[in-house]
Nanobody, 117 residues
Framework: QVQPAESGGGVVQAGDSLTLSCSVS?????????VAWYRQAQGKEREVIGT????????HYADSMRGRFTIYRNYHENSACLHMNGLKPEDTAIYYC?????????WGQGTQVTVSS
């Protein structure tokens, strides 16, 4: 079983930057993994931020997420990272990553990001 694990969340000020990490607890990413980042604000539906393929590093972003969010691979730490710039209070949410394998989508527990004004 694949268990994604997010980390790096916390409380930041508006305008700050923050990097979140997604790793595979007890395992590693494999070549054709496509890691997706999502977020869910309280009372709202979960929304996709973007994806990255582990081997090729191909990235795609939701239109609403372009500009301030960057997804990249950290080979040294075997993690797929989400870097966020210019954080706003409306970015406050739980941030999740998922990894589809063999037609099953595995989700992490999420990491809370709170942006204070």
């Amino acid at each position: 079983q694949v268990q994604p694990a997010e980390s790096g969340g916390g409380v930041v000020q508006a305008g700050d930057s923050l990097t979140l990490s997604c790793s595979v607890s007890g395992g590693t990413f494999v070549g054709d993994d496509m890691v997706a980042w999502y977020r869910q604000a309280q009372g709202k539906e979960r929304e996709v931020i973007g994806t990255i393929t582990w081997d090729a590093g191909s990235r795609h972003y939701a239109d609403s997420m372009r500009g301030r969010f960057t997804i990249y691979r950290n080979y040294h730490e075997n993690s797929a990272c989400l870097h966020m710039n210019g954080l706003k209070p409306e970015d406050t949410a739980i941030y999740y990553c998922n990894i589809p394998r063999a037609s099953v989508v595995y989700w992490g527990q999420g990491t809370q990001v709170t942006v204070s004004s």
